[in-house]
């Protein structure tokens, strides 16, 4: 079976393509192309099949990933904490990946992006619209010792690395909702997801999941749930390269892992107020116990949302937060 990163590089140039050349290129029987271009069409790979000629085409050339070049992107400091890029041009969701990995027991470091996620998603198995070539789906297997691992710091320590990540690519109005939302005016922009486990051996590790949109196609609209965004949009049509954002969110993720280490925790209460897209509002927080009211206050250093409810600000460790209606 001919490997579908293949094929889509060599129709990516915009040209129309006949089978038999694409055989001839690729090393395999003519079949295999027909088989191929069957499997990028169930991909969601929009291509032409220019009939009256016998080729192929995509309707619009893709902006592909390319570890070698994400690689080159970052720095040499960042480079040596990697143990491994590797990109798939399809999978379940790279989480779940890595999670699989984590689990036999692979070493920190390890880096998965996808060209399409079939069973993406967010906090609370909500669904993440992961079509092909279009956005960021990246996830990063950590291990930490036991003494320094608190969740709500680390994700909320990722989604500050990401704001600040975004907002030296030139984007403008980023913010951040508790715990893990990435927004720009409201709407999604990106998101972290942070799962722990722990191996056969016992040795506990983490996958830090991120996701982006960087040029949603319309047609994918319907699918989600909640208003949302891409960077296109927010950077008026001049968004980097999909390489170049993996890069640089991929450079923050990891730098953020190092403050984490270092237990540089202050930092985090202090930048999470510059993003904070609820700081000072009245808010109510859904917890599985019910329903506070309060005023958002930020976080703590261990990622808490902090809420002055009356007379006392208390910290929350779950829930779903939302500014409070007739407030």
């Known amino acids: 079976m001919i490997d579908a990163h293949s094929l889509v590089r060599a129709l990516n140039d915009g040209k129309p393509h006949a089978p038999d050349g694409l055989a001839t290129r690729l090393g395999v029987p003519r079949s295999s192309i027909i088989h191929g271009i069957e499997r990028l069409r169930s991909m969601d790979i929009e291509i032409i099949d220019t009939r009256g000629e016998g080729c192929y085409r995509l309707t619009r ?49 390890q880096v998965c992006l996808a060209e399409r996620q079939t069973e993406g998603r967010g906090r609370r198995g909500r669904t993440w619209v992961s079509p092909f070539a279009a956005n960021i789906y990246m ?37 951040l909702k ?11 922009l990106g998101g972290v997801l942070v799962e722990r486990a722990g191996d056969a051996g016992g040795e506990p590790y983490f996958v830090i999941g991120i996701g ?19 960077l296109s949009i927010v950077m008026n049509g001049a968004a980097p390269s999909r390489n ?60 808490r949302l902090l809420m002055s409810c009356g007379d006392t600000v208390r910290a929350f460790t779950c829930g779903e937060v939302s500014l409070r209606s007739g407030a």
């Open 139 to 175: 996830s990063l297997l950590s291990r930490f010792e036991r003494s320094i691992i608190k969740p709500g710091r680390l994700t909320t320590g990722i989604g500050v690395a990401l704001a600040e990540a975004l907002t030296s690519l030139g984007a403008t109005e980023i913010a």
């Open 178 to 188: 508790w715990p893990n939302d990435v927004l720009w005016r409201q709407k999604k």
């Open 61 to 109: 050339r893709l902006d592909l990933l390319d570890a070698k070049a994400i690689f080159q992107a970052i720095h040499e400091r960042t480079r040596a904490v990697i143990n491994a890029i590797e990109i798939l041009p399809e999978v379940d969701s790279t989480s779940a990946y890595l999670m699989r990995a984590g689990a036999a027991g692979a070493a920190a470091g």
């Open 244 to 303: 170049t954002v993996a890069a640089r969110l991929l450079e923050a993720a990891i730098a953020e892992l190092g403050l984490l280490e270092e237990d540089r925790a202050e930092d985090l209460e202090r930048k999470w107020r510059i993003y904070d897209c609820n700081l000072g509002q009245p808010v109510e927080l859904h917890t599985p116990q019910g329903c506070e009211r309060g005023v958002a206050m930020g976080i703590d250093a261990a990622g």
């Open 212 to 230: 982006l949109n960087i040029r949603m196609p319309d047609r994918h609209a319907p699918k989600i749930d909640q208003p949302w965004t891409d």
